[in-house]
């Protein structure tokens, strides 16, 4: 066969998905019509935290068009959303917990049918206090989850009198993932006792386990396919393991197909969210800017169900010092439980609430010592043969000092540092730099869901049918996995379709998550691929055939070209004890330069520039990996910039696009997305992965410009005019107003 000496990988090959999604003719979940199907709909509950003294659905049982109004008890299986630990109800039983749980279900022959059925259900409740503020619920004792880690010796580090100590307390908001597409399912009889569950999901393995668990019937029974997904964000990650039981219910009781797309504002009401956070930090140097000790109080506002804050607590945890050199580490950091909506999975995962604090830290640091932002981090980068705080030895792939370079040489950091400072006009420019590492993959709390598999079979035609475990939400999965389907099999790319995820075609893949479905997808069918190769050599030999003429070959020889590939990564270890070990197997890293406009006399920002650098190992395909971080700073803009929830009772008040406000493409400034290749030996290619970190140390550079452009600190974010103009009034009404 001739070497086609394909270099695939590394290039800009355009995305199959796009021409559908552009054209309108990919089909979403709200966009299938299965002959007969019911509207499902949700009751409810009104209250934070409330116990339900009478639940009658007697009545919305009797109006014709309705098919089913179920409870907690008319679930078959068990009433419980497998996840970490075992609190979350597909149905409120006896109490509900917080604002917008569901507490029946209804399907009807018609939406204004479902409608009615909602209405006419009786429900009285018993109102009961509700916690709504992490701090109270701290002191409650309602802690889900509580980690630490424990390196070297804080206290007599920060006793010793000849250190630098900056210190400070930080409140990050809710954000809301804002996928266009709301969350959506629709269940399916299969006519043989289960049911099929299609849908708008990252995870599909994990909807699979809640039906299962909600039909009480075998995993195989309860398939689950993915529809083109409109956005995740880790938005759909944990979240739709609720509608997905749900519907499943409902499909399983009325024997008919039953639709349940939420709409905007229930989605907004009761999905998950980044959870709120406060930090407060220590940060002890020497004079020259050496780090010596870090001390860290993390708290998260959980919400009223665990889903997955034990994980995400954790990884802020581990990470919450940053990517630098610091002998002396403690970390306490506990999730509470609260009467709101349940928290969960968002693109960097723990680490945005973390790494603003940590950063914000680094900032203060730097101007204390009279140092550069830039140079003290440099100072401290960790490098090959390093150490993180949890006493993980890194000896490949680091890249963080090149990034750092790189962001510095794009900005042109120091003459524009010198240069903005002096601005003399109300409106005013700064210039500010964050930086960020992020463990790729499942870790040491998830390593049980590490394996993916895939499945590759070659048509007679030569089109090659991929299958993977992980999915499609707008990230460039398709394209990145075809393209290493391609580069593996040596066929041309144009030959390879990835299809729909479908439980029932491959193996429990674990989660699209953790920014892991480039190197865990990617090595199971290079694995996969390895064995087609295997079998086609022998029959082709030297012979100089076409990948299509090869191919026709084998097909004549009776050689079957299709395999299953297993990707399971290599052992780390932890102690959750102590918070020593190997967190993660494997991190990128990140930093952003971040340059602002602030009006002093509104208190209005406008972002610039941000020049956003990472190191991701070898990308695979460069035009995804580009809107990968664009994409990424935006929404760090918004976080930083725009973006908060107003709560009332434990009600969300602004749950439409037109109250809660996202950056649009005018706010967008100019991003320079800067990709740095240190490549990773188990990686596909050296491939590391690159989802999250773009979204991460966003928030940190741009209150740091604000800073260098105004002289106010602010330690909450977002930066919205009221809150930079309070700042500015308490400086000018302060002893010393002056500029850094
Ligand atoms: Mo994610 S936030 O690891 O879907």
């Given amino acids: 066969m001739e070497d086609t000496g394909t270099t695939v990988v590394g290039e800009r090959v355009r995305r199959p998905d796009a021409p559908d999604k552009v054209k309108?003719?990919?089909?979403?979940?709200?966009?299938?019509?299965?002959?007969?199907?019911?509207?499902?709909?949700?009751?409810?509950?009104?209250?934070?935290?409330?116990?339900?003294?009478?639940?009658?659905?007697?009545?919305?049982?009797?109006?014709?068009?309705?098919?089913?109004?179920?409870?907690?008890r008319d679930i078959p299986g068990r009433n419980l959303i497998p996840m970490i630990q075992s609190d979350w109800p597909v149905l409120a039983a006896e109490f509900v917990r917080h604002v917008g749980e569901a507490v029946a279900l209804v399907a009807a022959e018609s939406r204004d049918l479902a409608a009615e059925a909602l209405r006419t259900i009786a429900v009285e409740y018993e109102r009961l206090p509700a916690l709504l503020d992490m701090e109270e619920a701290l002191r409650a004792g309602e802690v889900m989850a509580h980690w630490k880690v424990r390196r070297g010796d804080v206290q007599s580090a920060l006793g010793r009198g000849d250190l630098v100590v900056v210190e400070g307390t930080?409140?990050?908001?809710?954000?809301?993932?804002?996928?266009?597409?709301?969350?959506?399912?629709?269940?399916?009889?299969?006519?043989?006792?289960?049911?099929?569950?299609?849908?708008?999901?990252?995870?599909?393995?994990?909807?699979?386990?809640?039906?299962?668990?909600?039909?009480?019937?075998?995993?195989?029974?309860?398939?689950?396919?993915?529809?083109?997904t409109g956005g995740g964000f880790g938005g759909k990650e944990d979240a739709p393991s609720a509608p997905g039981a749900q519907v499943a219910l409902l499909a399983h009781a009325t024997g008919r197909p039953v639709r349940l797309i939420l709409s905007r504002e229930e989605d907004m009401a009761v999905m998950s969210k980044r959870h709120p956070g406060r930090v407060?930090?220590?940060?002890?140097?020497?004079?020259?800017?050496?780090?010596?000790?870090?001390?860290?109080?993390?708290?998260?506002?959980?919400?009223?169900?665990?889903?997955?804050?034990?994980?995400?607590?954790?990884?802020?945890?581990?990470?919450?010092?940053?990517?630098?050199?610091?002998?002396?580490?403690?970390?306490?950091?506990?999730?509470?439980?609260?009467?709101?909506?349940?928290?969960?999975?968002?693109r960097g995962f723990g680490e945005p609430q973390v790494v603003f604090a940590c950063e914000s830290q680094m900032d203060r640091l730097?101007?204390?010592?009279?140092?550069d932002p830039l140079m003290l981090r440099l100072k401290n980068a960790l490098g090959e043969g390093d150490e993180t705080i949890t006493g993980h030895k890194l000896t490949s792939s680091v890249g963080f000092r090149d990034v750092l370079d790189r962001v510095a040489a794009s900005s042109d950091w120091s003459r524009k540092r010198a240069e903005y400072a002096r601005d003399a006009g109300p409106v005013r420019r700064g210039i500010g730099l964050a930086a960020c590492?992020?463990?790729?993959?499942?870790?040491?709390?998830?390593?049980?869901?590490?394996?993916?598999?895939?499945?590759?079979?070659?048509?007679?035609?030569?089109?090659?049918?991929?299958?993977?475990?992980?999915?499609e939400i707008g990230q460039g999965m398709i394209t990145v996995l075809s393209q290493i389907a391609a580069e593996a099999l040596g066929?041309?790319?144009?030959?390879?379709?990835?299809?729909?995820?479908?439980?029932?075609?491959?193996?429990?893949?674990?989660?699209?998550?953790?920014?892991?479905?480039?190197?865990?997808?990617?090595?199971?069918?290079?694995?996969?691929?390895?064995?087609?190769?295997?079998?086609?050599?022998?029959?082709?030999?030297?012979?100089?055939?076409?990948?299509?003429?090869?191919?026709?070959?084998?097909?004549?020889?009776?050689?079957?070209?299709?395999?299953?590939?297993?990707?399971?990564?290599?052992?780390?270890?932890?102690?959750?004890?102590?918070?020593?070990?190997?967190?993660?197997?494997?991190?990128?890293?990140?930093?952003?330069?971040?340059?602002?406009?602030?009006?002093?006399?509104?208190?209005e920002t406008r972002a610039l520039a941000v020049h956003s650098g990472h190191d991701t190992g070898k990308v695979i395909n460069p035009t995804t990996g580009e809107g990968q971080v664009e994409g990424g700073v935006v929404q760090g803009l918004g976080y930083a910039l725009v973006e908060e929830h107003a709560l009332k009772d434990g009600r969300i008040l602004n749950d439409q696009f037109s109250t809660y406000i996202i950056p649009t493409p005018l706010d967008v400034p100019e991003i320079?997305?800067?990709?740095?290749?240190?490549?990773?030996?188990?990686?596909?290619?050296?491939?590391?992965?690159?989802?999250?970190?773009?979204?991460?140390?966003?928030?940190?550079?741009?209150?740091?410009?604000?800073?260098?452009?105004?002289?106010?600190?602010?330690?909450?974010?977002p930066a919205t005019p009221e809150r930079v103009w309070a700042a500015l009034q308490a400086k000018n009404a302060g002893p010393t107003a002056s500029r850094p």
């Fill in 170 to 228: 930080y409140r990050t908001p809710y954000q809301e993932h804002a996928y266009i597409e709301p969350n959506g399912m629709i269940g399916v009889p299969d006519g043989r006792g289960g049911v099929i569950v299609y849908g708008s999901m990252q995870c599909p393995f994990y909807v699979q386990k809640a039906v299962a668990s909600a039909l009480g019937c075998d995993l195989a029974r309860a398939r689950v396919v993915q529809t083109v």
């Fill in 437 to 471: 590492y992020y463990g790729v993959g499942l870790g040491a709390l998830g390593k049980h869901l590490n394996p993916a598999g895939a499945s590759l079979v070659v048509a007679g035609d030569g089109s090659v049918t991929v299958a993977v475990g992980t999915t």
């Fill in 280 to 346: 407060r930090m220590r940060t002890a140097a020497t004079r020259d800017g050496e780090l010596v000790a870090v001390e860290v109080d993390y708290l998260l506002d959980g919400g009223a169900y665990a889903t997955l804050s034990p994980v995400v607590l954790f990884r802020g945890t581990v990470h919450a010092c940053g990517p630098y050199r610091i002998p002396n580490a403690r970390v306490e950091s506990r999730v509470v439980r609260t009467h709101k909506v349940p928290c969960g999975a968002f």
């Fill in 24 to 72: 309108g003719t990919a089909l979403y979940i709200d966009d299938l019509a299965l002959s007969g199907s019911l509207w499902g709909a949700v009751l409810r509950s009104p209250h934070a935290h409330a116990r339900i003294t009478r639940l009658d659905v007697a009545r919305a049982r009797t109006i014709p068009g309705v098919r089913a109004v179920l409870t907690a």
């Fill in 672 to 717: 320079r997305p800067i990709l740095v290749e240190h490549p990773y030996a188990w990686g596909p290619y050296g491939a590391k992965g690159l989802g999250e970190t773009p979204v991460i140390a966003v928030a940190p550079a741009v209150t740091a410009a604000i800073h260098h452009a105004a002289g106010i600190r602010l330690d909450e974010i």
């Fill in 491 to 603: 066929c041309p790319v144009e030959l390879v379709h990835v299809v729909e995820p479908d439980t029932s075609r491959v193996p429990d893949s674990g989660p699209t998550v953790a920014s892991r479905t480039t190197v865990m997808s990617g090595n199971a069918i290079r694995d996969a691929a390895a064995k087609i190769r295997a079998a086609m050599e022998p029959v082709i030999a030297d012979s100089g055939l076409s990948w299509r003429e090869a191919v026709a070959l084998c097909a004549q020889k009776q050689v079957g070209l299709a395999a299953h590939g297993w990707a399971v990564p290599p052992a780390i270890t932890f102690d959750l004890e102590t918070g020593q070990g190997e967190a993660y197997m494997y991190y990128t890293f990140s930093a952003n330069v971040v340059e602002v406009e602030v009006d002093t006399e509104t208190g």
């Fill in 366 to 371: 730097a101007e204390r010592l009279g140092m």
